[in-house]
C-alpha cells in the first residue's frame, strides 16, 4: 500500500507500484488537467503537477516512489492563485490552442511560490521542460511576469473586458476554462461504456503482405474483436484530392509506408488492445523501397500502379534563356529542405459513436465535413447520417488535416454498434500522419545592371511520400511563390509532386511557400553582393506593388511589401550583422478551386446567439474572429455569443487551410448581419427570438497556375510581409523583426501571438528541426529528437503592424496565420552569411 495525499486528499494506493503517476490521475481519478503531450517521454511538460513543492511531470513519475508525498494537480491549487494565474496568461494573450496551457499555469505556481519576482531569464529557466508550439512562449512569459505582480501586490486579476468589436484585443474564446484544464480535449472526454481501441502498424515500408493472423489477439481477456480491411462495408480507398489512401492494407496487397494500418483491436481498456495489438501475427514478403525522389522519378519501383510523378506543375512567363543572356548579373544554386513533424502538442484521438442507423464522431480534425464525407464513403452510408462534431483541438498546423484515427474510429463504433475511443500515442503519431515536404530546388535568378530583376528558373522536386494528401497543392504553392514578393518579369518554373515509399507529407503551416523563400532569398542576396546593391534598397526596389504580377501572372493589389521594409529600415540601418527577406503567402485555397464559408446565427433570446460556422479551432483564434465580426456588426455584447462547430448545422466547408478562415467566415457573419440589421430595424434582439439567419460567401473566380487565362487569378488575396535578422558579435541570433502586412489588424493581441509562433515556429526549421528517415524508415519517432525550440531558445521577436487593406477581406484584412514563418529561414540564413560569409544551402542549419 503507498499512501499520499492529493489535492489534500488521503489516497491509499495498492495498484501497480511501476504505474505513472499522469495514468493514475488521468484514468482512475478522472483528473484531466494534466495532459498527455508526448507519451511518458517526460518532454513536453504538458502534465506538470506539483509534488512536495516541485514541479514535476506525472508522466515520468511512478507510483512506488509517491510514499508519504503531498501532489496538487491544478484542480487543487488555492482558487485565487490559480485564478490569477490563469486571467494573467488569457490576459496576456498567452493561451492559444491551450493544451499545454494547464502546465506551464502549474508550473508558474511553483516558481512564484518560491521566486516571487522572477526575471525574464529566471521565468524562462523555470518553463524551460515545458513546450508551446503554438505562442513562441512570448505570451506566456508576459503572462507570468504579471500574475508574478498581481501576487506580490496582493491583487485580484480579471479577465479583460471590450465590447467585442474589430480592434480590440478581446481574449481568446473559451482561454480561462482552457488554460485551468476545465474544457475537454477529445483524450479528457468519459462516455459511459467507452471501448478502446489500438492499431496495428505495417512493420515495413513497402512489403505485400501474405497473412494477418489475428487469432492469440482474439482470446485475450478483454478483447472485443479485431478488425481488418475486410471488414470496412465502404470504400478501402479515401483522401482529400486524390483517392490512393488506404484505411487498412488487405491481405494480398502491398504496403506503401511505415504507417499504414493493418489491423484494429477494440478492447474493454487501451492498455488490453495494446497488448493485444502485439499477439498480431502477420507474415510479409519484404520489398525493395524507392525512398529518394530522383530514384522514384525513374519509376523503375512505384509506390502505386502508375508514375510516381503524380504532377509537374509548370509556369513559363516570357524566354527565359533569352532573358538571362540578357541579364548583368545572375546567380544560380541546389537548395534542399528537410522534413519536419508538426508537433502539436495533443496527439490524435476520436470517439465513434452508434447513433441509430449512423454515426456520430467526436473530432478534432481540421475539416469537420471533409471527415463526414471520407466517413460516409468508408461506411457506404450516406453522408447525413454521420454527424461529426469539433472540439478544438490542440494545435494542428496543417496535420490534422488528413484522415487519420477518425475513420477507423467510427468504423470500429459502427460495427460492433458501441462507443469507441482510438487515440494514438506520440510514436504513433509521428508515425502516421503527414509532414512538411522535402523540397530539392534548382534555380536561377537575374538581374539587369540597375538591380531590377530579370528572370527565374526554377526546378523542384517535392517528396510527398506514400500518399498523395494535398502534395500537389504545395509543390503549385512552391511554384506560385517563386518569386516571393518581387515582380520578376520572366519566369521557367517547374514543381514535381512525388510518390515515396516514405512518410506522406502534406499541409503545414506555410505550405511550400517557405521552402522556395529560403531558395530565392538566398539568391537575392547573391545578387546584391555580385552587384554592389544595397540589400534592403535592392528589395525594395523590386517588390510587389499595386498591378504587378507574381509568378503565376496574377497581378496583386493591396500589397504592402514596400510598407513592411519601411517598418524595417531603421532596424536595418542599425545592425552590424543582419539578413533580411520578403514575403508573400496566399489566402485561400485558390488555383480553381471554389473557397466558400456559411454561417447560421440563431437568436435564442436576448441574451444569447448562437454562432455556428465550419471551421476549426485550433488556437489560431477563428472562434474569434467570428464572434468579434459579428459584434462589430451588431453592436451585441461578446459574452452572449456562443460559438459551435457541428456537421448537424449543414454548412459544408472545406478545410481549415491556407490562411483563409478569417476572411470566409467574417465575410459570411458580415453577410448574414446585414439581414439581421434589416429586420432590427424598429425592434430589438429580443422580438428576433427565435429566428436563424444564414450568410455565405464564396470566391470561385481563380485559375489554376500554369492555366490559359487572360487574367490569371491564383488567389483571392495574399498577405505580406519583411524580416529582419540581428546578430550579436559572437554570431548568435539576437532579435527577428517580423513587420507583417494583415490588411486590417483585427485582434492586435492575437495578431502577435499568431506571428511570434510562427517565428519560432520558422526559427526552429531553420536551425534545429529535422525528422530524417532512412530506407523508408524513422531514425527516431521521439518528440524530443524533432528539436522544438524551447522558451530559453527563441530569440526576441519584435511584431510590428502593417494595414494595407485587402479588396476582399473582412474590413480589409488578410491571413496571418502562416506567413509569420515564410520568410524567417532565409531570413537567419542570410544573417548567417553576412556574419561569416558562409551561403547555408540545407535546413536545418544547425543539423549534426
Not at 85 to 100: D, L, P, R, T, Y
Not at 152 to 158: D, L, T
Not at 577 to 593: E, L, P, Q
Request: aromatic share 6%.
Amino acid at each position: 500500500m503507498i499512501g499520499f495525499t492529493l489535492n489534500n486528499e488521503k489516497i491509499a494506493y495498492d495498484g501497480n507500484p511501476e504505474k505513472k503517476l499522469l495514468g493514475f490521475l488521468r484514468n482512475e481519478k478522472e483528473i484531466t488537467s494534466p495532459k498527455d503531450g508526448c507519451s511518458e517521454q517526460g518532454v513536453c511538460g504538458a502534465c506538470t503537477v506539483e509534488i512536495n513543492g516541485k514541479a514535476r511531470m506525472a508522466c515520468t513519475v511512478k507510483m512506488r516512489n509517491l510514499q508519504d508525498a503531498s501532489i496538487f494537480t491544478l484542480e487543487g491549487i488555492p482558487e485565487n492563485i490559480r485564478d490569477i494565474i490563469a486571467k494573467s496568461f488569457v490576459n496576456e494573450g498567452a493561451v492559444q490552442c491551450g493544451f499545454c496551457s494547464p502546465g506551464f499555469v502549474m508550473r508558474t505556481k511553483v516558481l512564484l511560490a518560491n521566486n516571487p519576482s522572477p526575471t525574464i531569464e529566471e521565468i524562462r529557466k523555470a518553463i524551460r521542460p515545458n513546450l508551446c508550439r503554438c505562442t513562441g512562449y512570448k505570451k506566456i512569459e508576459n503572462g507570468v511576469l504579471a500574475a508574478a505582480t498581481a501576487l506580490k501586490e496582493n491583487k485580484s486579476v480579471e479577465i479583460r473586458k471590450t465590447d467585442g468589436k474589430i480592434g480590440t484585443s478581446h481574449p481568446k474564446y473559451d482561454a480561462y476554462e482552457t488554460a485551468i484544464g476545465k474544457r475537454d480535449f477529445v483524450n479528457d472526454i468519459k462516455i459511459k461504456g467507452l471501448l478502446h481501441s489500438a492499431l496495428k502498424f505495417s512493420d515495413f515500408p513497402r512489403a505485400k503482405v501474405i497473412s494477418i493472423d489475428a487469432s492469440k489477439a482474439k482470446k485475450l481477456d478483454g478483447v472485443k474483436q479485431v478488425f481488418t480491411a475486410k471488414d470496412i462495408p465502404g470504400q478501402r480507398t479515401i483522401g482529400l484530392i486524390f483517392r490512393d489512401w488506404e484505411v487498412m492494407i488487405s491481405e494480398g496487397a502491398t504496403t506503401n509506408y511505415i504507417g499504414d494500418v493493418l489491423a484494429g483491436v477494440v478492447a474493454t481498456d487501451e492498455e488490453t488492445a495494446r497488448k493485444a495489438v502485439e499477439l498480431i501475427e502477420v507474415q510479409y514478403e519484404e520489398l525493395q523501397p524507392v525512398t529518394d525522389v530522383f530514384e522514384a522519378l525513374k519509376d523503375e519501383i512505384t509506390v502505386h500502379n502508375r508514375s510516381n510523378l503524380l504532377e509537374n506543375c509548370i509556369i513559363k512567363r516570357g524566354n527565359a534563356k533569352e532573358a538571362f543572356a540578357k541579364s548583368a548579373f545572375t546567380t544560380k544554386g541546389h537548395y534542399e529542405t528537410q522534413r519536419i513533424e508538426h508537433a502539436f502538442l495533443e496527439f490524435e484521438a476520436a470517439i465513434g459513436l452508434p447513433k441509430d442507423d449512423g454515426i456520430e464522431v467526436i473530432s478534432q480534425g481540421q475539416g469537420i465535413y471533409e471527415d463526414q464525407r471520407q466517413i460516409s464513403e468508408i461506411l457506404n452510408i450516406n453522408p447525413e447520417k454521420v454527424r461529426v462534431t469539433l472540439v478544438p483541438n490542440g494545435g494542428g498546423f496543417g496535420g490534422k488535416e488528413d484522415l487519420s484515427v477518425q475513420g477507423h474510429a467510427a468504423l470500429f463504433a459502427f460495427l460492433l454498434q458501441q462507443p469507441v475511443k482510438l487515440s494514438l500515442t506520440r510514436e504513433e503519431s509521428i508515425r502516421m500522419h503527414p509532414k512538411r515536404h522535402p523540397v530539392f530546388m534548382d534555380i536561377e535568378l537575374g538581374a539587369d545592371k540597375n538591380g531590377k530583376l530579370t528572370a527565374i528558373k526554377l526546378r523542384a522536386v517535392g517528396d510527398t511520400g506514400a500518399y498523395a494528401s494535398v502534395g500537389t497543392k504545395v509543390l503549385e504553392r512552391v511554384a506560385g511563390h517563386a518569386t516571393a514578393g518581387y515582380f520578376v518579369p520572366v519566369s521557367d518554373i517547374e514543381a514535381k509532386t512525388v510518390y515515396t515509399n516514405n512518410i506522406p507529407c502534406g499541409a503545414m503551416r506555410g505550405f511550400g511557400a517557405n521552402q522556395v523563400s529560403f531558395a530565392i532569398e538566398a539568391c537575392i542576396d547573391e545578387l546584391c553582393e555580385k552587384g554592389g546593391f544595397d540589400r534592403w534598397q535592392f528589395r525594395y526596389d523590386n517588390a510587389l506593388v499595386d498591378g504587378l504580377r507574381t509568378s503565376t501572372g496574377q497581378k496583386v493589389f493591396g500589397v504592402g511589401i514596400r510598407a513592411c521594409l519601411e517598418k524595417l529600415k531603421p532596424y536595418y540601418e542599425n545592425a552590424k550583422y543582419s539578413g533580411i527577406a520578403c514575403a508573400i503567402k496566399n489566402s485561400g485555397v485558390g488555383n480553381g478551386m471554389a473557397d466558400f464559408s456559411d454561417v447560421k446565427i440563431h437568436i435564442k433570446t436576448e441574451n444569447h446567439i448562437l454562432l455556428e460556422h465550419g471551421w476549426t479551432e485550433m488556437g489560431q483564434g477563428v472562434h474569434n474572429m467570428a464572434l468579434q465580426t459579428l459584434c462589430n456588426e451588431l453592436g451585441i455584447k461578446p459574452e452572449i455569443i456562443e460559438i459551435r462547430v457541428d456537421t448537424n448545422a449543414e454548412i459544408k466547408t472545406g478545410m481549415t487551410t491556407s490562411s483563409r478562415a478569417t476572411a470566409l467566415v467574417g465575410n459570411a457573419v458580415i453577410d448574414a448581419s446585414k439581414k439581421i440589421r434589416k429586420d432590427l430595424e424598429g425592434k430589438t434582439i429580443k422580438d428576433l427570438a427565435g429566428n436563424v439567419y444564414k450568410g455565405r460567401w464564396i470566391c470561385d473566380w481563380t485559375t489554376k497556375p500554369g492555366a490559359k487565362a487572360d487574367e490569371p487569378i491564383t488567389h483571392y488575396s495574399y498577405g505580406y510581409a519583411a524580416q529582419l535578422c540581428v546578430l550579436d558579435d559572437k554570431g548568435n541570433i539576437d532579435t527577428i523583426y517580423a513587420a507583417h502586412d494583415v490588411g486590417k489588424i483585427m485582434n492586435p493581441m492575437l495578431f502577435e501571438g499568431q506571428v511570434e509562433g510562427a517565428v519560432h515556429m520558422g526559427t526552429g526549421y531553420a536551425l534545429t528541426e529535422d525528422l530524417p528517415m532512412k530506407e523508408g524508415r524513422l531514425i527516431s519517432d521521439k518528440l524530443r529528437d524533432c528539436k522544438v525550440l524551447r522558451a530559453h531558445e527563441t530569440p526576441n521577436i519584435v511584431v510590428l503592424g502593417v494595414e494595407v487593406k485587402d479588396q476582399h477581406g473582412p474590413y480589409g484584412a488578410k491571413g496571418v496565420g502562416e506567413i509569420g514563418l515564410v520568410p524567417t529561414a532565409a531570413t537567419i540564413a542570410n544573417a548567417f552569411f553576412m556574419f561569416d560569409g558562409k551561403r547555408r544551402t540545407r535546413l536545418p542549419m544547425m543539423r549534426k
